[in-house]
């Protein structure tokens, strides 16, 4: 069974409008998650963390949590074609010493 | 400038040989890792160490080594016991989290490791 689960995509927007990326994981006693944007040969950076149900914004990001749900989705606001890239989430695991699941991650295409 | 470099960037190995990979960062991180990233996949976990002279098998360690001499440097040795070693390596180095959390892990700009 798969930790971390995304879909692959493409997601494919306009410009201005919002991107919407979901991400499910399996371990119910996670307790950090977190969001990386991966372009194309590049490595991952960091866009938000997040730790707590509820709503977390920065900028055009807002980070999503349910836990309840075992759920953790980001929005993208006024997606830009910079925004373009793939997405990954990850989910912390704890066993003894903790260490991140990442999900393959969403491709995210915005169309100017 | 603080920040995690790797080195080479990209690297050729031919079949039976073992290469390192370095990966040094000054941030003054206790913990670093490594993992592995083929082409529409997910990072998966090869080693990590939270402390010096520490480290522990990821999910997929099978023939591959480290060491972690230094705070600063965690280098891994792809063997020859790795059947398929062709991928992009990506570094990463964190604070130790407290209670169960784990903190942010920031990653070096990796080494694309190709087998001729």
């Known amino acids: 069974q798969k930790e971390v689960e995304q879909n692959s995509g493409p997601l494919s927007v306009p410009e201005g409008a919002i991107a919407s990326l979901n991400c499910t994981y399996s371990d119910r006693v996670s307790q950090s998650f977190f969001w990386y944007r991966q372009y194309s040969g590049k490595s991952p950076e960091l866009i938000m963390s997040?730790?707590?149900?509820g709503d977390k914004e920065d900028g055009r990001f807002t980070a999503q949590l349910n836990k309840a749900s075992q759920y953790v989705s980001l929005l993208i606001r006024d997606s830009q074609p910079s925004d373009s890239a793939t997405y990954l989430c990850?989910?912390?695991?704890?066993?003894?010493?903790?260490?991140?699941?990442f999900g393959k991650g969403t491709m995210l295409l915005v169309s100017p | 400038d603080g920040g995690i470099t790797q080195s080479p960037k990209y690297l050729f190995r031919k079949e039976g040989q073992n290469v390192t990979l370095s990966c040094e960062q000054n941030?003054?991180?206790?913990?670093m890792y490594w993992y592995r990233q083929d082409p529409g996949q997910g990072l998966r976990l090869i080693y990590y160490?939270?402390?010096?002279?520490?480290?522990q098998k990821g999910d997929i360690a099978e023939g591959y080594s480290v060491s972690r001499e230094k705070k600063e440097s965690f280098p891994l040795t792809v063997t020859s016991a790795q059947k398929n070693p062709t991928a992009f390596y990506l570094c990463?180095?964190?604070?130790?989290?407290?209670?169960?959390?784990?903190?942010?892990?920031?990653f070096g700009p990796g080494t694309r490791l190709t087998v001729l």
């Open positions: 941030l003054n991180h206790d913990a």
């Open positions: 990850a989910v912390n695991r704890y066993s003894g010493y903790s260490t991140l699941t």
């Open positions: 997040i730790y707590s149900n």
């Open positions: 160490s939270q402390i010096v002279n520490d480290f």
């Open positions: 990463a180095s964190s604070i130790l989290g407290t209670s169960g959390r784990t903190d942010t892990q920031y």
